[in-house]
């Protein structure tokens, strides 16, 4: 998504016009930006894969890309919302839409602290083989990062996803990159996730 886009994008939303004016793809606090535009895309590595019951391993690759906003409340917090296409990449592709609700502690103009948790869904494990059917299931996921001017990001991420055999919570650590480092890798992972879908969502 180019900076136009996202321009465009928030001028639909917001009643201000004087807005756009304070609105930041590089996040800092209140009264430097009255709006962040997320922008995130990174690699995962799932720190638990305890055997289902059926007798298959988790995938342990993830990749996501979120969009989002955050508004600056004062010079400390700020709340927002994302929207994410990720995907699990290892021997099967999935596909795990989410949408989270996200809270930024500013720890100093660079520096913020970011929680989020929302909704999931996922394919949930159901028979006794790796290629048995898999539901769609609907799941949790909250995430704790360390956002350095949200070009790099480091994350913690659980996620938690049950089915009538399994309940399957997924310990994850990883990296994204955000505001214009990773515009061209948004467009690649875009790309690979609907090629992925396409071929077997």
Not at 30 to 52: D, I, M, S, W
Not at 56 to 73: C, D, I, K, S, T
Not at 170 to 185: E, K, N, Q, T, Y
């Amino acid at each position: 998504m180019s900076r136009l886009t996202m321009s465009a994008f928030i001028l639909l939303v917001l009643p201000q016009g004087s807005a756009l004016a304070q609105t930041c793809f590089r996040g800092h606090p209140a009264p430097q930006c009255r709006l962040v535009v997320l922008n995130e895309v990174g690699y995962a590595h799932r720190l638990n894969g305890t055997t289902f019951s059926y007798g298959g391993r988790p995938q342990v690759h993830y990749l996501a890309l979120e969009l989002g906003l955050l508004r600056n409340r004062s010079p400390r917090w700020a709340i927002g919302a994302t929207i994410g296409a990720n995907a699990l990449v290892d021997y099967q592709f999935e596909l795990r839409p989410t949408l989270q609700g996200r809270l930024r502690y500013w720890a100093n103009p660079v520096v913020g602290i970011d929680l989020s948790a929302g909704p999931l869904v996922g394919e949930a494990a159901s028979d006794t083989a790796i290629d048995s059917p898999r539901p769609h299931r609907l799941g949790l996921i909250s995430e704790l990062g360390l956002s350095f001017g949200d070009r790099v990001k480091l994350l913690t991420q659980v996620e938690y996803l049950r089915d009538a055999q399994d309940r399957d919570v997924g310990i994850w650590l990883g990296g994204r990159l955000g505001s214009a480092p990773a515009m061209w890798a948004s467009l690649a992972t875009g790309v690979l996730l609907g090629v992925g879908c396409a071929l077997a969502c």
